[in-house]
């Protein structure tokens, strides 16, 4: 009996929360084609707008599933307590709690769900849109064929003119440190790479040695360096953080951690993918205390307007706090995840005025 009344309450929320998701994703897609109309520029059109436009939907997806949860669980449970399926449930023996429970594990499936997308699909097709968008707007300007980057490792600072997903660097400025940071050389060198062992093979090297009483430059056809910053890494600086995955993520944490450098926006990044994974879960149980209280006579229509205003309050929320965090440099895991807390601690009190 609990089995099957668990089945159907999940396949309930299931797909009035499939519907709801698709219809914010064409939303959001037409938004998204709209605004990028106004990027058009080299070989990037219309078609292209519009497939990075699509590109984009499973990250788009994965930062609306809370939302589309909220209301498509206050719908679907709306539509059962509006035919009294509900009450009977509760006349039949269910406590509140048990229905949490229940409405909870659909809250699971999404959340796994909400994960894999997150993790697997949203930050690679992230990446391949936004690289698909610079090589047709700036391929035929080789100066733009790539980003300039700084490294650090340890006492060494790299200056790379052009990084590109060949990890073809063009011209890199090295800056050595001695242990009390005064500058001990500086070296040039006009192109640069990695090649199979992660060694860096430097091309026309020339370098500045400041000694205690002179100055020594040493040149160079070809130079091998060994610096402990991997193919893999640098490709790390190439992206931005809401097209990396959580490996890559905590890679680069803690290298930056590792040379004393601010990780702030990407332990940002990550926290806010936990807690909004983590919230779906809470999304459905917060539905159906709603449906107990003043929206159980309720319409569609004021269902639909209150979990869109929740919705939205959430995700303004979330991404408010977790910049002012980064402005006044808050923990990242502190202010991520106020919002769902405070979600959590409305549902608990909701679930608990129910009688």
Do not use: C
């Not at 990027?39 to 997806?61: E, H, T």
């Not at 589309?68 to 719908?75: D, F, M």
């Not at 009294?84 to 039949?92: F, K, L, Q, T, Y």
């Not at 300039?148 to 600072?157: E, T």
């Amino acid at each position: 009996m609990m089995s099957i009344l668990s089945s159907y309450l999940m396949r309930t929320i299931l797909v009035s929360t499939l519907l709801v998701l698709m219809v914010l994703l064409a939303l959001a897609t037409l938004f998204e084609f709209i605004s990028e109309l106004d990027n058009k520029m080299g070989d990037y059109g219309v078609p292209q707008a519009l497939l990075y436009s699509v590109l984009r939907l499973p990250q788009l997806a994965f930062e609306m599933l809370p939302m589309a949860t909220l209301i498509g669980a206050l719908l679907g449970l709306g539509a059962l307590a509006s035919h009294s399926e509900i009450v009977v449930m509760r006349v039949a023996g269910l406590s509140v709690g048990k229905l949490a429970g229940m409405v909870a594990m659909t809250g699971v499936v999404l959340m796994v769900i909400t994960a894999l997308v997150g993790e697997y699909i949203g930050p690679p097709l992230d990446y391949f849109a936004r690289s698909m968008r610079n090589k047709a707007r700036f391929q035929q300007e080789e100066r733009y064929s790539g980003n300039a980057a700084w490294v650090k490792d340890g006492p060494v600072i790299l200056y790379l003119e052009r990084v590109n997903s060949e990890f073809e660097f063009g011209g890199i400025y090295l800056f050595r440190f001695n242990d009390d940071n005064s500058l001990r050389s500086i070296a040039i060198a006009e192109n640069a790479g990695i090649d199979d062992s992660d060694k860096w093979i430097l091309e026309n090297f020339r370098e500045t040695r400041f000694l205690d009483d002179s100055i020594q430059v040493v040149e160079s056809a070809l130079a091998v360096e060994s610096f402990d910053v991997s193919g893999d890494l640098l490709g790390i600086t190439l992206v931005k953080p809401i097209s990396l995955s959580a490996k890559g993520l905590l890679s680069y944490i803690r290298y930056l951690k590792k040379n004393n450098l601010s990780a702030g926006q990407y332990e940002t990044e990550i926290w806010s993918r936990v807690s909004t994974t983590v919230t779906v879960v809470i999304m459905p149980v917060l539905a159906l205390s709603f449906v107990f209280g003043s929206l159980r006579a309720a319409g569609s229509g004021g269902r639909l307007m209150i979990g869109v205003l929740i919705g939205l309050g959430y995700y303004l929320a979330s991404e408010m706090i977790a910049n002012s965090g980064q402005v006044y440099d808050l923990n990242p895991a502190f202010v991520t995840w106020l919002p769902s807390l405070a979600l959590l601690a409305v549902t608990a009190i909701a679930l608990g005025r129910v009688r």
